[in-house]
């Protein structure tokens, strides 16, 4: 079985060895740096020893290049240097059990969650919706849930908008204003973000957490590797809101788990700060809530990110493992964030923090772990291991015959299509359609009956609505009003 420990970092300069215990391993972290000083490497020697202490990890590969996770490593004169260097012990090159992700289904298992899975608050931000448009929204989604419609892709939802402006007059009744121009708005929003390549990852088959929190026959973690190269560049708002999806349903789904001897899930967010930079107030408040809440779930999240003054201090406060790489001090405003890096670690008498972050070498970095109270320890100066696992990515035809292999073949790939907004609605148009053809053959039958001068309620209802079919309202009216009485909508 995996030891449950700890896992090592690194080494300092009087050879003695930094360890992340496993316990502690829920209470979050953060890998920070500038550019090419090593925060890639560092994230694929956590994940490594995360899995091999039987804890699964999800993380998302923007470059490509942490593949390589599901290789060993090919020997190397600076890799055996630097175990030499921080004497480590039984290093071995070894391949990590790896299944790999991809909202587009090109490079990976596909990901998919339904609209409304994802929720009115993701969906605000993810759109960028102002205030009414906002409101307009959640009406949506309540409008669903009391007319009986399930919402699983986009076409189900751009369906129900449509719907709501064609009704709009009866809804308001119920649910508020219902502006034609904000339905508009979201509208031409959907039609970006399925540009974007949103359409594939709104459906079913809709992604299970199981899927995500697996092990292997030898007890090591698997490391589920999303392939986010793509995503970044089309849509880094969908990538971020992707991830916060999965966090929200961890946490929402998991139980307690109590003071446990290691995680049930470590999950990596690269690229952190475009969680934070354009997220609304009320967003920003259930991410501080989920990082607050979620290690009780037994899940530890870690934010890789250039700068720790990315992360909002209502966050920043709860990450125990701080791994902080060079920082660049070329510009005044460089110097303060090298200051205010510094002062997010317990002093070491023997350092110069804030000196140091500028001195890192690749590789080094200032680490501060907690201990077992779980008090962050004196910052030190490490170097960090070297991965046993390939640093790189893969050949085309390593990563399919990987997904040849993969245990989960099969279970993602075809997309399914329930009965569902989309369908329900067009179901009501037909029977709508058909009722108002009906009319004007009703009407002549009824004329051609003997009957008396006087009219019922009814009947004069029924010609007022009639006489005005000819413009665009009166056929608005005759599918919303005559419709429910002739069956066409609940």
């Not at 215990?21 to 890998?31: D, E, F, P, Q, V």
């Not at 205030?131 to 129900?160: H, N, P, S």
Request: with cysteine.
């Amino acid at each position: 079985m995996p030891d449950t420990t700890g896992l090592l970092i690194g080494g300092t300069a009087d050879a003695r060895h930094v360890h992340q215990l496993a316990r502690m391993s829920n209470r979050h972290g953060l890998i920070a740096g500038a550019t090419g000083t090593g925060k890639t490497v560092t994230l694929q020697v956590l994940a490594e020893g995360f899995s091999r202490l039987g804890v699964p990890v999800f993380l998302a590969d923007v470059k490509g290049d942490l593949a390589g996770l599901s290789r060993p490593a090919a020997p190397h004169p600076k890799i055996e240097e630097r175990i030499r260097h921080i004497g480590i012990d039984g290093y071995q090159s070894r391949a990590c059990p790896v299944a790999f992700w991809d909202l587009f289904g090109i490079n990976g298992h596909p990901v998919r969650t339904t609209i409304s899975e994802m929720g009115p608050l993701l969906l605000t931000s993810l759109l960028e919706l102002n205030t009414t448009q906002e409101g307009v929204l959640y009406a949506a989604f309540r409008i669903a849930d009391d007319q009986g419609m399930l919402l699983l892709d986009l076409k189900d939802l751009r369906a129900l908008l449509t719907w709501m402006a064609d009704n709009r007059k009866d809804l308001e009744k119920d649910y508020g204003s219902l502006a034609t121009a904000s339905i508009a708005a979201i509208q031409r929003s959907l039609l970006v973000l399925e540009e974007q390549g949103a359409d594939r990852f709104f459906g079913e088959p809709a992604i299970r957490l199981d899927d995500l929190m697996l092990t292997d026959f030898s007890g090591n973690g698997v490391i589920n590797v999303l392939d986010a190269s793509t995503l970044m560049h089309s849509s880094p708002k969908l990538y971020a809101t992707l991830l916060l999806w999965l966090l929200a349903e961890l946490f929402e789904q998991l139980p307690e788990a109590g003071d446990a001897d290691r995680p049930k899930l470590v999950f990596f967010f690269d690229e952190a700060h475009l969680l934070f930079d354009t997220a609304p107030r009320a967003l920003l408040d259930k991410i501080e809530q989920v990082v607050r809440l979620i290690r009780s779930k037994g899940i530890g999240i870690y934010f890789i990110t250039q700068n720790p003054t990315d992360i909002p201090d209502e966050v920043l406060g709860q990450l125990g493992l701080k791994i902080q790489h060079a920082l660049r001090a070329f510009t005044p405003r460089d110097q303060k964030a090298v200051k205010a890096a510094a002062q997010t670690f317990r002093p070491n008498p023997a350092l110069d923090t804030e000196q140091v972050i500028i001195e890192l070498g690749i590789g080094e970095a200032l680490v501060s772990t907690l201990d077992g109270k779980g008090s962050p320890l004196p910052v030190e100066r490490v170097l960090i291991c070297p991965p046993e696992s390939r640093m790189g990515p893969l050949t085309d035809a390593e990563r399919a015959e990987h997904l040849q292999r993969s245990p989960l073949r099969g279970r993602y790939d075809e997309a399914v299509d329930r009965h569902s907004a989309y369908e329900m609605l067009k179901k009501r148009a037909a029977e709508q359609a058909a009722a108002e053809a009906a009319q004007p053959q009703q009407a002549a039958r009824t004329a051609a009956r003997p009957r008396s001068n006087r009219q019922s309620t009814g009947e004069a209802f029924i010609k007022s609505a009639a006489r005005s079919i000819g413009s665009q309202l009166g056929r608005q009216i005759v599918r919303g009003i005559l419709g429910s009485l002739l069956g066409g909508r609940r």
